[in-house]
């Protein structure tokens, strides 16, 4: 694997380092530290409780020093942080780390591997090759604030090339743009999955002074090269980039109830009128749940996406499809072919190994019958996974599902997926120990892999 050392600096292989950031209370002004992940400010003097809402990426700045009396600049930087997964045949020479599922029909025929890493990166989202190409560990070092929370905070420069041709509302696109960049940096070297990462923009302050561009929070001058004259005309011609974040009142849009949500949630619940709702692109949009219910006040609800998609390519409509392909031990019966076939993933982030088995170990699992929608529901673990990656999970569960691993990955390149419908389904887990076991399945979950989840 080729990599551009000098493009890129992996902050950190291992999860929790989530940055932080400063923001005021929008109501009474007290000051407030955020986590990265968080989408609901509460403000514990006045009560105010809003949700952060963007229509496309968050984006920071890194504050520069006291007393700079220069007009600042921001550098764009692109962030990502998260896992993904690679599938490729297996090359037998090579001793493999982290592997999830490996697979060999017989020595003659190529084994298939799905591995998984983590990755937590920053470069520079402008076409220069003069500026520092890497923010290093400064965001995790320092406290951010958001774009536009001070007016005279100084320019901030317009990133590339990743907002090329984008709508500015599309937060879909911006993802993929920002993932095609990486990896087409990183040298295109297979298909990769991503699946739970968080994507922002953070500003880093320069000023320029006596002819020299300097570093705005050390104050120190930039190492150029005698090219600070062509970056000040960088900083000066590049276009300006306008942004600030939103702030939602936490209202149910049907009954006007307060909404409650855990600060890193992405839905929300209204327990007044039993309905669930999206807010994160400024407009909230209901959510279709239902829940397996269970008997007991001791029962917490895990969010699970139930995906109803449509594959281009191969033949996945019901149940019955899927015990062919599988090749599940189950004896052929009508009822399945009337079953409709669902991808089933974790709505919430959870270690790369863990989801992919419950990705599998729910898909298989006939779907439940006895769903009651808008139930009342106490205890929710938040949702902290969007469809959209629960969507990009279902290329990985179904080749580990498939149990004709000969041309896979022709197969699997060749595949398509059309997320025709999807609803959050409410598994009930109660706690035993320091384990969460499924009531109707079994299956059981560590408490602290759950915990962990956060800081993916
Ligand atoms: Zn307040
Ligand atoms: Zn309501």
């Known amino acids: ?50 949700y952060l809402a963007t229509d496309n990426i968050f984006h920071f700045y890194i504050s520069p020093a006291e007393g700079i009396s220069e007009t600042i600049y921001f550098i764009p930087y692109w962030r990502i942080k998260g896992f993904s997964y690679t599938i490729k045949e297996k090359e037998m020479d090579i001793e493999h780390h982290n592997e999830l599922f490996s697979y ?30 890497s923010l290093g560990l400064r965001p995790q070092a320092m406290k951010l604030k958001f774009v536009g929370s001070n007016e005279d905070a100084g320019k901030f420069l317009k990133f590339s090339p990743a907002s090329r041709d984008i709508s500015k509302n599309d937060y879909q696109a911006w993802r993929d743009n920002l993932i095609n960049d990486y990896q087409t940096h990183m040298n295109g070297i297979h298909k990769e999955i991503f699946i739970g990462e968080t994507a922002s923009v953070i500003y880093s302050p320069v000023y320029c002074a006596n002819g020299r561009v300097y570093d705005a929070i050390l104050k120190k001058p930039l190492d150029l090269q005698t090219k600070d004259v062509e970056v000040e005309q960088i900083l000066l011609s590049t276009p300006d980039e306008k942004w600030h ?5 936490l209202l149910c849009p049907d009954c006007g109830a307060d909404l409650p949500g855990e600060k890193d949630a992405l839905i929300v619940f209204c327990s007044n009128c039993n309905s669930a709702w999206n807010p994160s692109t400024k407009n909230f949009t209901k959510v279709k749940y239902s829940a397996w219910q269970e008997q007991g006040d001791d029962i917490t609800y895990l969010p699970f996406w139930q995906l109803k998609v449509k594959v281009d390519g191969i033949q996945l409509e019901s149940y019955a499809d899927l015990i062919k392909i599988a090749n599940l031990p189950k004896a052929p019966s009508e009822v399945w072919t009337k079953t409709p076939f669902y991808f089933c993933t974790p709505a919430f982030k959870i270690n790369p190994a863990l989801f992919l088995r419950w990705c599998r170990q729910l898909t298989v699992a006939p779907p439940p019958q006895d769903l009651i929608a808008d139930f009342p529901v106490k205890k929710i673990h938040p949702v902290t996974l969007p469809v959209n990656e629960a969507l990009e999970s279902s290329l990985l569960t179904l080749s580990s599902l498939i149990a004709d691993k000969r041309n896979l990955t022709q197969l699997v390149s060749s595949l398509h997926f059309t997320l025709e419908d999807s609803s959050l389904i409410l598994h009930p887990f109660r706690a035993s120990a320091s384990q969460l076991v499924h009531t109707k399945l079994d299956f059981s979950m560590d408490i602290s892999a759950l915990n962990m989840g956060a800081y993916l």
């Open 245 to 249: 974040v939103e702030f939602l009142p």
């Open 104 to 133: 060999s029909i017989s020595p003659a025929i190529k084994g298939f591997d799905i591995s998984n890493k983590y990755f937590d990166i920053n470069f520079l989202s402008l076409d220069s090759k003069l500026l520092p190409h």
């Open 1 to 50: 694997m080729k990599i551009y050392q000098n493009l890129f600096i992996v902050i950190n292989a291992v999860n929790g380092s989530n940055f932080q950031i400063e923001q005021q209370c929008p109501q009474c002004g007290a000051p407030i530290i955020l986590d990265e992940a968080d989408r609901i400010l509460s403000c514990k003097f006045c009560r105010t409780r809003v």
